[in-house]
């Protein structure tokens, strides 16, 4: 999430509020492929990135030295990839919502766009961005196979837990298959519950119906 956060608010900030540009359709299809590929293909493709067999990869590791496979970064980056197109897409829909007469307001009176973002645009679009938050967060918890390319299935390094409930499916331990099932789901429930009822407690403080 830390990966994804700034990224995904600069992501969305550039696609929901600013100009027309050519090429935006591109881009915009581009970030919306991780929703639709199968994770298996966006794993292999970070494979590719981030190891040995294209010149990219060899850049990276020789020259700039950024060692992401089979490590517990690389698995960090394998979710926020997979998590990334989910928080811009609905970040993106609760910017565009905000009155864009506040923001020409902030322009004539001598604003530049970042502190608009800052101050302006995120405080009037907080409810929004806290569920593209939840959101991203729930879809990062259950990468799969993005990660599993990636990372592997490393225990105490790599695995996480959907990739260790699949480990235990597999080895026959149902007892621990089934704690691992229980863990993902109260994670998500509560934190899904949490985000629920305070956009709830916000509205009431607000008076909002």
């Not at 100009?19 to 915009?28: A, C, Y």
């Not at 494979?47 to 698995?75: H, I, P, Y």
């Not at 960090?76 to 307001?105: G, I, K, N, Y």
Request: hydrophobic share 55%; aromatic share 8%; glycine share 12%.
């Amino acid at each position: 999430m830390l990966l994804m956060l700034p990224v995904g608010v600069l992501g969305a900030w550039w696609l929901g509020m600013g100009r027309p540009f050519r090429g935006k359709l591109l881009v915009e299809t581009l970030l919306t492929l991780p929703l639709v590929l199968p994770p298996t293909v966006v794993g292999f493709c970070l494979l590719l990135v981030f190891g040995r067999g294209t010149a990219l990869g060899r850049w990276l590791n020789d020259v700039g030295g950024l060692r992401l496979l089979f490590t517990w970064e690389g698995a960090a980056v394998a979710a926020a990839v997979m998590a990334l197109p989910l928080f811009v897409r609905t970040a993106a829909a609760a910017l565009a919502s905000v009155d864009r007469e506040l923001l020409d307001v902030g322009r004539t009176l001598g604003a530049r766009e970042f502190p608009l973002l800052v101050f302006v645009l995120l405080p009037l679009s907080y409810r929004g961005l806290l569920a593209a938050t939840a959101l991203a967060f729930a879809r990062a918890l259950g990468e799969f196979g993005a990660t599993l390319m990636v990372a592997g299935s490393i225990p105490g390094r790599t695995q996480t837990l959907p990739l260790a409930l699949y480990a235990s499916v597999q080895a026959g331990r149902n007892q621990e298959a089934l704690l691992y099932t229980l863990l993902l789901t109260l994670i998500a429930f509560v934190l899904l519950g949490l985000v629920g009822a305070y956009q709830g407690r916000l509205a009431v403080s607000r008076g909002e119906k």
